[in-house]
């Protein structure tokens, strides 16, 4: 009596349990208004020198803040220093967005140089125990090494802008007109003592509790529980910070001028067209204007392709036109400068520019590939009777030997002796060999 009295009671109890159970994970996987961050924080890393890539990927940064809705941008320095020109350009792109910027010091990181300099141009300025900002003397560099600039004119400009920089955000103007002229360098408990940073926080996760709260540009930051995303700079971007490496344009330079040399020395090689287009990624990763050497690469890459149409070439010509119109259309799409270019605007550029450039590139390349196809077809006998060649081989009814027409060599007999470097005139075909007579 037992069995049939247990058995519904225990498949109530697996029913229930497994209920329960659907219950849970549904609820775990359900949204809610507790089930994480409202808020988030948008954190760009810069671990290499400032470069003229620099400002373009932090103007990207900060339109990514702004057109997402983030608290706030963090902007993670652990670099040597870099160019003066763009340091400038970076601090102005922060004191003119609306989003609040945070410069910070992650551990075991440095902000030397141009790193000290934007530090101090953030909204909020941090630094990890232990880690160092300083030595922002300007160096000139130049084939000897670097040597400091002692030029008293850029000097006091540059302790101008710096003081300046460190006035506009309640920070200390001493350290900013000293860590030029004595190159002075601190770590983070003497910056904080001295007024140079806000806060001491061992991780960004923790500075954004220390921060929460705080007034910036008329917005009361909500940052204790922010979730992190990451900034990942779009692809032409990376190339252009891949580029904009000293060591890599440095490079990029030389190799295309021995490609320039070599290939004009030994033509048909195509190395001059390589050389050029890696002068001109040197020339971009340098600081050279993008525009101009957008629509530089683009009609090389055009005439490329047109040249690589008319002449008898093996495709090398044509490959790199097609790589010249791609990069060239990737480079014409205005970057940065968040001010001036809106997300609409720039999906119309990538519709109006980019497509189309890309459309006829293809579009040339099959050209190419057809011609390329035409020129391999052996000529067809109908059309070439009565045509001149030249006989290389002596010919006759018992010794066949070769003959040259448009170029091509091919296998020829005659019923007359011919002798070599002689102008035949082809009367037939069999087979492979063609029937020639002395040309009258």
Not at 303 to 312: A, D, F, M, N, Q
Request: hydrophobic content about 45%; glycine content about 10%; aromatic content about 8%.
């Amino acid at each position: 009596m037992k069995g049939p009295i247990n058995m519904p009671a225990e498949k109530a109890f697996h029913f229930l349990f497994i209920f329960f159970l659907c219950f849970v994970l549904t609820a775990d996987f359900m949204p809610s208004a507790e089930a994480g961050p409202q808020e988030k924080v948008l954190v760009l890393e810069i671990s290499e020198a400032i470069t003229p890539a620099s400002d373009d990927i932090i103007a990207d940064a900060i339109e990514k803040a702004e057109n997402g809705n983030f608290e706030a941008l963090v902007i993670s320095l652990n670099t040597p220093g870099g160019g003066l020109d763009e340091t400038q350009e970076i601090i102005r792109i922060i004191e003119n967005t609306s989003m609040p910027v945070i410069g910070y010091v992650p551990e075991s990181g440095k902000a030397w140089s141009a790193g000290t300099l934007i530090l101090i141009g953030t909204d909020i300025a941090a630094m990890a125990p232990f880690t160092v900002i300083g030595s922002a003397q300007p160096v000139q560099m130049s084939a000897e090494g670097t040597k400091p600039v002692e030029d008293e004119k850029i000097i006091n400009a540059l302790v101008k802008f710096s003081v300046a920089t460190a006035s506009k955000h309640g920070r200390n103007e001493t350290f900013a007109e000293e860590v030029i002229t004595k190159n002075k360098n601190l770590d983070a408990q003497e910056a904080l003592d001295s007024g140079v940073i806000e806060y001491v926080a061992p991780s960004i996760p923790d500075l954004l509790v220390q921060i929460d709260g705080q007034q910036i540009k008329g917005k009361t930051l909500q940052t204790e529980n922010a979730g992190i995303e990451n900034y990942e700079p779009p692809f032409s971007l990376s190339l252009l910070g891949l580029i904009s490496n000293p060591i890599i344009s440095s490079l990029l330079l030389t190799i295309g001028l021995y490609g320039v040399i070599f290939g004009i020395s030994s033509p048909g090689v195509g190395a001059e067209v390589l050389g050029i287009i890696l002068i001109v990624l040197g020339l971009i990763g340098t600081g050279f204007d993008i525009n101009i050497a957008a629509v530089f690469l683009i009609l090389v890459g055009i005439g490329l392709l047109i040249l690589e149409i008319k002449s008898p070439g093996f495709g090398v010509m044509g490959l790199a036109g097609l790589i010249s119109l791609i990069i060239g259309s990737l480079f014409l799409i205005p970057i940065g400068n968040e001010n001036i270019y809106t997300p609409e605007f720039r999906r119309l550029l990538a519709i109006t520019i980019v497509a189309p450039t890309i459309v006829f590139g293809l579009f040339l390349v099959f050209a190419v590939y057809k011609v390329t196809e035409i020129r391999k077809k052996k000529p067809v006998i109908g059309e070439f009777i009565g045509e001149t060649a030249q006989s290389i081989d002596p010919l006759g009814p018992e010794k066949p030997g070769y003959v040259r027409f448009k170029g091509e060599y091919w296998k020829a007999r005659s019923e007359e002796e011919i002798e070599p470097k002689t102008e035949v005139e082809i009367i037939g075909k069999v087979r492979e060999v063609l029937i020639v007579k002395r040309k009258v």
